[in-house]
């Protein structure tokens, strides 16, 4: 039975992701949304969520490769922005069209109509999610699948997509006050897990007293029923074990898993056997993991048809993986390379490396992420137009650190020192030059606890070359790269008290945001920008340029 | 014993209003606001508030007559805009700000300081308060007063003042989403009337089951602890009945009360001996009228020093009056009178009248509120923008009705066909003409039910000519109109199934707002927009235009 893991949320799990119709040319996509708030029960605890078009999570993209994606995006939140990433998608030659608030463009105010225009060039499984404040875990978030004009490196009868999202009953406005405040409310583990938009939360733990009549648990409601993934059985496909066959957009040399650990950001593809009993359904769960949460696990059902999708298994959901056993999550970031045949060689060496210490601070007594002892802060007017437009003064012109004291910095400990800065500042990086990043992760401002943190680069993808436990060793560690056929990505995880090294191309000219992908860590700092090439762009849209005052 | 009564919301009563520190000349009086959420227990409920300077109600603007006001705004809002109304202040020569989102600015947003200019060139008490989507009833209002340069006509020892506002446990948002959702959900009487930002729920009376931890209620809580307005017994001053002397920033012909009615967005000045048994506390109350409401009154302590201020009267708190008697309030409205020796008279005749019919209506099975069956929509682009810049296409070019089918229409009944339509058309006066408005109330879409709408007029005054009960006679009643010493105001009520008649000069170039100061009826529709002298006005400043896009 698949079991997927999910550690933290907005992952994407496809099964099977790429249809295989070939077509003539490349087409546009016109796509027009609504953005608003409405009352929903994704898990039957009715509240007050974003949709598009009347849905969380909002209408899935389907196109195909080097198709034109034209979205019309009308903001009705009332009094609020918005702004939308597109995860995955590199923005080649569209930087102002990534939907980073602060990064590359302003938000799109409410009753304001925005076009986003970008070309999906690759095929693959990706998402889009808000980019702004904490906004995605209102419930703006959908899939994006992209199929291959060319034929697969492997045969299946019919795809099916899940998107896994934890879900939090507080409203983004609660659980960012909370992290901002002095004393520190952290949002705690979500409430529920959802795989595309459904969950079930047990109603009888609704103890506190409210006068809020929204927050009604219905166990009835449809909304709320489990997701339904109806399979034929014995087709020659999906079979129990899951066989990982693509990750962020790149063919995986086909590795078997009983459970697949997925990190907030990432999406895959798997294959599966409908081989099983067919006179019953199965359960497909997905787990916390790397925190002992509270979370229960999130459910859907696997319908051998004809039996009725309603039916429950007759069997419990089976046990995920244990939350604190963290070799098996080594052992599956390790096993993923990338399929021969579809192997792009990295760049032997790099020209430069920046080492990112993750550590949890305080900054002016409230709790604060980290890298290098910096708590990234976005400026009010996005970078790509300051750096395009030579505003000096909207950012902090200081470089941030390339690394932090490797030699004295003890990683399994609480820093002698929690307290750390914020800046704006940015890394400029040469244009189309190679760069190694190190993640390196550490003890949070709590003894003998660290946390996984899956890191998200805009723009680009990277080489993945190797993970480890420990401190990276400068001198060692970087013999042990896989230059052969390492997978390419755009997330991936630090392990608790790990590190992680990719290399990239600062080949596309913008200015892109790196930081993790959990929404809450990024709020709180974790995160980083690059920029490179701002000189070869033409004009910005002045679309993208509402708050900019001059 | 002095009892207020609060109709509705956010009323300003203070008790004696102006200090009489003449000063030799104008002073600029610069404030520093942060606009931010935070959690807050004003009622003993744990909510997100909206809080300036980390207080709700914000700081008081204190000032003197001709004093020029400068408050440089930094939203803090992290995905939110904003926008800050100056109720009472009527911006000569400064229409860009008023701030009324859609109508004289573009919204403030997050990470942007904006700086509000003006002058108050009128002593008297005022408020302020957000004006964009229903933030005003997330927390965001406070209070300005105005101190004269002249004796004022009356002696007083010492004054205090007392905002008064309605206070709901649900967020803006959510009350926002149930008034735009089919079927219609209404936002229901507030939880608690909060006296200078505090009220006391019965924490028992939370039912419903909720996780949402910030629903704690805390009967502890010094934030919800009683207001006290500490006197000094015997003074030649306050005493409990209640003599009224002043209204909306102009003296009033004194009058002795029990009980004031206030109307959301009226201010009043009131003497009060404290001429009592010294010996103890007393409650001062507030109490909804006009709806049977279930909401508790709202409860203040008058501590005669030296009795402890938190010794609880011995009594209990005064009942306060039927809340369906309508006829004190005819009564109170038709005893305000301007004070002799104050009178500013008006135009004997008017250029133009202008009848406004107020009704509740459907628009597309969204329940909405009209006038002249036009259900009010505000555009993307304000208003003062596009007129002086010639942007025709940002509103309706065609003008709303002046009236509605007098003969037919029964204001007694349901009317036959509740379909309206929504337009962002607005009424261009001619500029320095004399207007009388008359607003003619009327059944809602509820047999036998009518409600009470305060209506303010942003940029001017104007003189209350009358009220009546039942259709306004367009021949008869205007030989009734007090053109002697009518009372000027911004804010006055039109009663249950009557009318209302004012007068005012369109000498104030700009684009002002006209509307039901109750926000969620405002949010339905309930407002016109007036121009006036446009073309007098020279360049806008820029900092109000930053979501105009070209």
Redesign the interface.
């Known amino acids: 039975m698949a079991v997927a893991d999910n550690l933290f949320i907005l992952c994407f799990l496809i099964i099977i992701s790429c249809v295989n119709i070939p077509l003539a040319e490349a087409k546009i996509r016109r796509y027009k949304w609504e953005v608003k708030?409405?009352?929903k029960s994704p898990d039957c605890?009715k509240k007050?969520v974003i949709t598009i078009n009347g849905r969380t999570p909002g209408p899935t993209i389907v196109a195909e490769q080097n198709d034109t994606i034209i979205v019309e995006l009308k903001n009705r939140l009332?009094?609020?922005?918005?702004a939308i990433h597109w995860h995955g998608i590199r923005q080649i030659g569209t930087p102002w069209f990534d939907g980073t608030e602060g990064v590359t463009q302003?938000?799109i105010?409410?009753?304001?109509t925005f076009t986003y225009e970008f070309v999906v060039d690759r095929p693959g499984t990706y998402l889009y999610h808000a980019h702004?404040?904490?906004?995605r875990e209102a419930g703006l978030y959908g899939s994006i699948r992209v199929s291959s004009k060319e034929p697969e490196p492997f045969a299946y009868d019919y795809d099916k997509s899940i998107i896994l999202n934890d879900w939090y009953?507080?409203?983004t406005?609660?659980q960012?006050?909370?992290l901002s405040?002095v004393p520190f409310q952290w949002v705690g583990e979500p409430?529920s897990l959802l795989l595309n938009g459904k969950g079930r939360?047990n109603c009888s733990?609704?103890?506190?007293?409210?006068?809020?009549?929204?927050?009604?648990?219905n166990a009835t409601n449809p909304e709320c029923s489990p997701y339904t993934l109806i399979v034929i059985p014995w087709k020659n496909l999906p079979g129990h074990n899951m066989t990982v066959v693509e990750a962020d957009g790149h063919y995986v040399e086909p590795f078997v898993v009983q459970n697949l650990f997925i990190y907030s950001g990432e999406t895959y593809s798997v294959l599966i056997k409908t081989d099983q009993d067919p006179s019953r359904n199965y359960w497909a769960t997905t787990n916390v993991v790397s925190r002992n949460a509270t979370t229960p696990p999130g459910l859907a059902i696997i319908n051998y048809y004809p039996n009725h999708f309603r039916r429950s298994p007759p069997t419990n959901p089976p046990p995920g993986p244990l939350w604190n056993d963290i070799a098996p999550r080594y052992n599956q970031s390790q096993a993923i390379k990338a399929r021969k045949g579809f192997i792009v060689p990295p760049a032997p060496t790099a020209d430069r490396m920046i080492v990112f210490l993750n550590t949890q601070n305080t900054v002016n007594g409230q709790y604060r992420w980290s890298v290098n002892n910096v708590s990234f802060n976005l400026?009010?007017t996005p970078y790509l137009i300051a750096l395009k437009d030579n505003l000096l003064h909207a950012f902090d012109q200081t470089p941030p650190p390339n690394g932090y004291d490797f030699k004295n910095y003890n990683i399994y400990n609480v820093a002698t020192n929690t307290n750390a800065t914020t800046s704006s500042g940015i890394y400029r990086l040469q244009f189309n030059s190679t760069v190694d990043i190190i993640l390196q992760n550490a003890n949070t401002m709590t003894v003998n606890n660290t946390e996984t943190h899956p890191w998200h680069l805009h723009g680009h993808d990277f080489w993945v070359l190797g993970y480890g436990e420990g401190k990276f060793d400068m001198y060692n560690d970087p013999k042990k790269f896989n230059l052969i056929n390492p997978i390419m990505k755009n997330t991936v995880p630090v392990h608790q008290y790990g590190w992680t090294a990719f290399r990239f191309q600062a080949d596309n000219p913008g200015a892109w945001a790196f930081h993790c992908h959990i929404e809450s860590h990024f709020y709180m700092g974790m995160g980083v920008v690059f920029a490179e090439g701002i000189e070869r762009l033409g004009e910005l849209p002045?679309?993208i340029k509402?708050?900019v005052?001059?």
Chains 1, 2 share one sequence.
């Open positions: 708030y409405e009352y605890v007050l009332l009094t609020e922005n918005v302003c938000p105010l409410p009753g304001e702004y404040g904490m906004q009953h507080k409203s406005y609660e960012a006050a909370g405040s409430q939360f733990l609704l103890t506190t007293p409210s006068t809020n009549v929204a927050s009604v648990c400026p009010h002045s679309a509402g708050c005052r001059r």
